[in-house]
Every structure is written in C-alpha cells, then in structure tokens.
C-alpha cells in the first residue's frame, strides 16, 4: 500500500504538460511502466493472500484441477502454483488455441 501512495503521490507531482512531444511521450512511458509494475505487484498480494487462505485450510500443494500433488519442485519455482505441471500444460495449450 506504501508502493501504491508512492505511486499516486509520484505521478501527481511529476505530472508536466511538456511542449515537447518527445518529453511528454517519454513521461507517459514512465508513468505507464510505473502502473504496470503496481498492477503485477497487486496481483501477486491476491495470489499470496489466496496461498496463506489455503494453507490455513490445509489445501496447499493440491491441484484445483485434478487434486493431486503439485510438486515440491513446481512449488519451490512458484509457491503460487493452482495447478500440477500437467493441468497447467493442458490450460496452456488450450489457452493457445483459443487464441488462435
């Protein structure tokens, strides 16, 4: 949340009508790259929070898909990891034909 007041308080105090497009184009990059960064940041909080919730719930390490375990591999590379190696596979080519 610190991040996010940064951010706000950052953007609202650099923000400059430049009459140079080059500047002004330079700023919004700045300005875009800083929102993505908070948005990636915020989307990792939800995905932690949803890990801690399903460790108290003692689901951890299972997978939503098929229910078995996920890896202690897979989870050391990605603690956040919904799915076993073979689902999210799956998912993903599945996500790639959809896509076309």
Excluded: W
Excluded at 17 to 32: H, I, K, L, V, Y
Excluded at 53 to 74: P, S, T
Excluded at 88 to 100: D, P, V, W, Y
């Amino acid at each position: 949340m610190q991040e996010v007041d940064r951010t706000v308080t950052h953007m609202k105090d650099e923000a400059s009508n430049f009459p140079d497009p080059a500047d002004r184009a330079t700023q919004e990059e700045e300005f875009s790259l800083e929102l993505r960064t908070r948005d990636r940041e915020r989307k990792l909080i939800k995905k932690l929070d949803s890990m801690m919730e399903r460790l108290d719930q003692n689901d951890y390490g299972f997978c939503d898909a098929c229910g078995v375990d996920i890896g202690i591999k897979r989870l050391e590379a990605r603690p956040t990891a919904t799915l076993c190696i073979d689902c999210k596979t799956l998912a993903e080519i599945r996500e790639k034909q959809e896509m076309g």
